[in-house]
T-cell receptor, first 115, second 110 residues
Framework: DADVTQTPRNRITKTGKRIMLECSQT?????MYWYRQDPGLGLRLIYY???????NKGEISDGYSVSRQAQAKFSLSLESAIPNQTALYFC??????????????FGPGTRLTVT | RKEVEQDPGPFNVPEGATVAFNCTYS??????FFWYRQDCRKEPKLLMS???SGNEDGRFTAQLNRASQYISLLIRDSKLSDSATYLC???????????FGRGTSLIVHP
């Protein structure tokens, strides 16, 4: 079984709808991240969390919110989706004391299309 | 200017060729460096860390030049399966947040 899972894997939604992307991990890591990837722009950090009570904005948090329900779960919400939020979204985890400190372990991604 | 710059490519090479990618970074406080590999429509995965003295992992060699603020990745004897996007990643001291480059696309053809 995958260590980092994301649901849904693909989603098409309409402008103005609220949508939640979910991420779960079995790696036991405290640190979790949400990124979006757009062609030509690379990976950009949306939010990150270093433990259940810690939530931090990344470089492009506007239009997004997150919830860290448990150590293993980190959800990303788009309160009112807009077309320029169409992208590939990745969840990731890391362990500061891992073999490669802070190596990022990514989920398989969620492809979101906002029409 | 983006903090981590990479030539997007694509680099189109025949099997067996040697290919090298460079990546430049602007944050002089960067202390940790990595190469990640991303296959089409898949998640990125760590390929290798980059150490100050340079390091090798099979056909892959990574080098760091702190004075010029660039890192490189050399792939020898390219395989078809090396076709992917290679992401350069840095992290500054005291920060646990990595900075990703936009990636360099490699296509290895028969």
């Amino acid at each position: 079984d995958a260590d980092v899972t994301q649901t849904p894997r693909n989603r098409i939604t309409k402008t103005g709808k609220r949508i939640m992307l979910e991420c779960s991990q079995t790696k036991g890591h405290d640190r979790m991240y949400w990124y979006r990837q757009d062609p030509g722009l690379g990976l950009r950090l949306i939010y990150y969390s270093f433990d259940v009570k810690d939530i931090n904005k990344g470089e492009i948090s506007d239009g997004y919110s997150v919830s860290r329900q448990a150590q293993a779960k980190f959800s990303l919400s788009l309160e009112s989706a807009i077309p320029n939020q169409t992208a590939l979204y990745f969840c990731a985890t890391s362990d500061p004391l891992g073999g490669v400190a802070n190596e990022q372990y990514f989920g398989p991604g969620t492809r979101l299309t906002v029409t | 200017r983006k903090e981590v710059e990479q030539d997007p490519g694509p680099f189109n090479v025949p099997e067996g060729a040697t290919v090298a990618f460079n990546c430049t970074y602007s944050n002089s406080a960067s202390q940790s460096f990595f190469w990640y590999r991303q296959d089409c429509r898949k998640e990125p995965k760590l390929l290798m860390s980059v150490y100050s003295s340079g390091n090798e992992d099979g056909r892959f060699t990574a080098q760091l030049n702190r004075a010029s603020q660039y890192i490189s990745l050399l792939i020898r004897d390219s395989k078809l399966s090396d076709s992917a996007t290679y992401l350069c990643v840095t992290r500054s001291g005291g920060s646990y947040i990595p900075t990703f480059g936009r990636g360099t696309s490699l296509i290895v053809h028969p």
